[in-house]
Each structure stands twice: as structure tokens, then as C-alpha cells.
T-cell receptor, first 114, second 114 residues
Framework: AQSVAQPEDQVNVAEGNPLTVKCTYS??????LFWYVQYPNRGLQFLLK??????LVKGSYGFEAEFNKSQTSFHLKKPSALVSDSALYFC????????????FGAGTQVVVTP | DGGITQSPKYLFRKEGQNVTLSCEQN?????MYWYRQDPGQGLRLIYY???????QKGDIAEGYSVSREKKESFPLTVTSAQKNPTAFYLC?????????????FGSGTRLTVV
């Protein structure tokens, strides 16, 4: 079965501390992996993607993610969190059993406190 | 600027009424999608379309209908058969070939039953 898991419903972090949002996936073949962010009452915004190449991917707003094939993970990271990073984060993987439809995780709410 | 536009931003429905949510994209994307999001929840796929005049049911299609008469447009009708339609509705689009399969999302429509 093809799936993506975000094991934490919520992540709490103090401003200035490192932020990590976890994502693991299960897909046959080479994965296409994405992170999106959603602010309240808004659509999802693209943060970054891994298609091929370097395992460390840099994206928008200072975020980065590390692709780990052996652990089938694609964790999102930010070295120093801001209060404005408080939002809902979604990991997604392109399904290889269909024509490119994305499978989304359940989302992780990030709360950054001052 | 290319993008995907959802309208209206807020919509109120009386019991027993059908309402239609608009989704238009000028990205020349092949595929379009409708998702439902309940408070604090993830995305649930309602309908999707790969090509004009063709669409498929997603995970929660009951009580909804769509059409794809033009490549740019993918309206969603919430029918009276949908017993709990209050939710945030998101439209998305993507390239199917020659791209990275990432989605572009609209800003959403919040539907409330009054």
C-alpha cells in the first residue's frame, strides 16, 4: 500500500529553537516528495520538494528537508523557528500506482511560542 | 500571474439547497482536484479530473457532483444529499506530464449551512 505518515498531530517549540516535523512514506519505486504549509483559512502553499539529487533539499522561508531512503523518511526542518511559522504542515508523496496523484499525510500542527 | 482562483471565499447554504463552488486555473494544468477539509483535519479527496469531460470519484464523493467542460474550470456542486456540508473546500491543479507532479492550490471556499 502506498501511504505517507505524519506521526505527530502537533509539535510545540519555543521561538529560536530548532523545528522538526516528521514524515515517513511507503511507495514503490523512486519517490517524489513534497511539503506544503497551510495558514488559517488559506490554501496550501508549496514549501519544497525532493525529486532526485541531493538528499538535503532547501525550500521557502528557511525550511529544509532531508530525504533518507533507508529510513523512508522526509523530515522537515528549520534551524530557528519563528512565531510566524505556526501553521499546519502537510507531507505528500506522489503515488506510483496511479498517474501522478499525490497522497497527503494527515498534517502536523506546529505551534511556536514566543 | 498564473494561478488558481476559487470563488466565493465564503458561502452560506440553506438546508435542502444545492450550491456550486467555482474553481478556475490559468496554469494550463491537465489535472484538477477537489478536497474537503474539516476543522483541524487533513484533506479528503472528493473528485478529480485528468482531462476534459472526464472525472473520477475520490474517497468522499457522495453528495457532490462535478463537471469538466473546459480545461480551465472544475466547478463543484454540493447537493442537498450531502448531509454535513459545512467545511473548507480546496481546489488544486497539477501537470501530468513533463512536470514534477506538485499541486497548486486555490485559497479555498468556506461553506456554512445556515
Amino acid at each position: 500500500a502506498q501511504s505517507v505518515a505524519q506521526p505527530e498531530d502537533q509539535v510545540n517549540v519555543a521561538e529560536g529553537n530548532p523545528l522538526t516535523v516528521k514524515c515517513t512514506y511507503s511507495v514503490s519505486g523512486n519517490p517524489y516528495l513534497f511539503w506544503y504549509v497551510q495558514y488559517p483559512n488559506r490554501g496550501l502553499q508549496f514549501l519544497l520538494k525532493y525529486i532526485t539529487g541531493d538528499n538535503l533539499v532547501k525550500g521557502s522561508y528557511g525550511f529544509e528537508a532531508e530525504f533518507n531512503k533507508s529510513q523512508t523518511s522526509f523530515h522537515l526542518k528549520k534551524p530557528s523557528a519563528l512565531v510566524s511559522d505556526s501553521a499546519l504542515y502537510f507531507c505528500a508523496v506522489r503515488r506510483t500506482d496511479s498517474w501522478g496523484k499525490l497522497q497527503f499525510g494527515a498534517g502536523t500542527q506546529v505551534v511556536v511560542t514566543p | 500571474d498564473g494561478g488558481i482562483t476559487q470563488s466565493p471565499k465564503y458561502l452560506f447554504r440553506k438546508e435542502g439547497q444545492n450550491v456550486t463552488l467555482s474553481c478556475e486555473q490559468n496554469l494550463n494544468h491537465d489535472a484538477m482536484y477537489w478536497y474537503r477539509q474539516d476543522p483541524g483535519q487533513g484533506l479528503r479527496l472528493i473528485y478529480y479530473s485528468q482531462i476534459v469531460n472526464d472525472f473520477q470519484k475520490g474517497d468522499i464523493a457522495e453528495g457532490y457532483s462535478v463537471s469538466r467542460e473546459k480545461k480551465e474550470s472544475f466547478p463543484l456542486t454540493v447537493t442537498s444529499a450531502q448531509k454535513n456540508p459545512t467545511a473548507f473546500y480546496l481546489c488544486a491543479s497539477s501537470i501530468l506530464t513533463g512536470g514534477d507532479y506538485g499541486y497548486t492550490f486555490g485559497s479555498g471556499t468556506r461553506l456554512t449551512v445556515v
